[in-house]
């Protein structure tokens, strides 16, 4: 058939498939930058936490300080809120928020409950082949090309581990989930769906996009994603960057503490 002889379902049929792949290609897109921000955020604590805690306790020790040569009852004060602040009290979020992330249970907790080296990501951002995987993969075993149940249920349990392979930047266990994949059976040719079938597919498709796009709305208003969007090209640079003016926030607090103790 040709043009205006186009069956409505065939041209119903390319549309979904259209909307598939736009989707698929939207939501590698928001993933790889939920793995940035994540990995921002992970690398931010365990590489710049110490600094930030000897500010804290520098800022401590400068008030006590001011404090004890004053004899002021506002530096005083002062001191005593700097000091509260060095330790303060955790509450509950605090205490899980290293072990819980937005699939359960951190990598890091996971290989600590079972007694596996943790790894955590060595990156803010996965190397450039391992990203290069990654969107192959998910192209090919996205769970949105599935049409039977189970092979659905086969394929998000299989991007489930792409996914936490990525996240860590784990380039050799991508390529052996690339060849796990291509060695798997290979899906049933596909009938052609009914027209309905196609519309409620399409209907599904837009809830699917409103959905990831409100994720990626607070992706890029969260507090890292605005410091990743002020880096967009090398986000690993920007940590690099926040450490060495962290070092001369530290050296000036030394240099003022060493002038109030003289």
Do not use: C
């Not at 196609?198 to 837009?206: F, T």
């Not at 996009?209 to 990626?216: E, I, N």
Request: charged share 40%; aromatic share 4%.
């Amino acid at each position: 058939m040709q043009g205006g002889d186009e069956r409505p379902e065939a041209r119903l049929e390319r549309a979904v498939r259209v909307a598939e792949q736009a989707l698929i290609e939207f939501e590698i897109a928001v993933e790889t930058f939920r793995v940035e921000v994540e990995n921002f955020s992970r690398l931010h604590h365990q590489k710049l936490g110490p600094m930030y805690a000897r500010l804290d306790e520098l800022d401590a020790r400068i008030a006590e300080a001011r404090a004890a040569r004053t004899g002021d009852p506002e530096d005083l004060r002062r001191a005593q809120e700097a000091r509260a602040a060095v330790l303060p009290m955790p509450g509950v979020d605090e205490l899980f928020h290293e072990w819980i992330d937005a699939d359960g249970l951190s990598p890091e907790a996971a290989a600590m409950l079972t007694d596996r080296p943790v790894q955590p990501p060595k990156r803010v951002r996965p190397a450039e082949e391992a990203r290069r995987l990654y969107r192959e993969l998910v192209r090919k075993a996205h769970p949105d090309l599935a049409r039977e149940e189970d092979e659905r249920k086969r394929r998000e349990e299989f991007l489930t581990r792409v996914n936490a392979a990525y996240a860590r930047g784990d380039e050799a266990l991508l390529r052996e989930l690339s060849a796990e994949w291509e060695a798997g059976p290979v899906p049933a040719e596909e009938r052609l769906s009914e027209s309905e079938e196609l519309y409620a597919r399409l209907e599904w498709l837009a809830e699917r996009k409103d959905m990831l796009s409100a994720l990626a709305r607070e992706l890029e208003e969260s507090a890292i994603g605005a410091m990743l969007r002020m880096a967009p090209d090398d986000p690993d640079r920007l940590l690099e960057e926040i450490a060495e003016q962290l070092l001369a926030q530290v050296s000036d607090r030394e240099t003022e503490l060493a002038e109030l103790v003289q």
